[in-house]
């Protein structure tokens, strides 16, 4: 059974930095997207950024610049380093992994990654 479990969120001022962390339990697929998408009660979801397995990554233009997403294999965990982060970026994050494949890996499918972690809060204060 896949597991993941988010931490690293918190509350931080405009401009400051967050690092996001996934861990990924019970998967074995060799090609895969996992990524990580938002969501703001009263919003739609967003995907923020993905990545396949050969490395390629893929960001919502809202967080370009800002945001990296990487992972650690070794660790077998996901990361999302947020830098320069504005009020907007408020949400619920969520790491998200597909059925394996990889395919249609950006980040505006973020819902083909149907295995979704609990969640992890980020809150940035203007």
């Known amino acids: 059974q896949v597991q993941l479990v988010e931490s690293g969120g918190g509350s931080v001022p405009a401009g400051g930095s967050l690092r996001l962390s996934c861990v990924v339990s019970?998967?074995?697929?060799?090609?895969?997207?996992m990524g990580w998408f938002r969501h703001t009660p009263g919003k739609e979801r967003e995907g923020v950024a993905v990545?396949?397995?050969?490395?390629?990554?893929d960001y919502a233009d809202s967080v370009k610049g800002r945001f990296t997403i990487s992972q650690d294999n070794a660790k077998n965990t996901l990361y999302l380093q947020m830098n320069s982060l504005k009020p907007e970026d408020t949400a619920m994050y969520y790491c998200?992994?597909?059925?394996?494949?990889?395919?249609?890996?950006?980040?505006?499918?973020?819902?083909?990654?149907?295995?979704w972690g609990k969640g992890t809060q980020v809150s940035i204060s203007s």
């Open positions: 998200a992994a597909d059925n394996g494949g990889g395919r249609y890996c950006q980040a505006n499918n973020y819902f083909l990654l149907t295995t």
């Open positions: 019970g998967y074995t697929n060799i090609n895969y997207c």
């Open positions: 990545i396949h397995s050969d490395g390629n990554t």
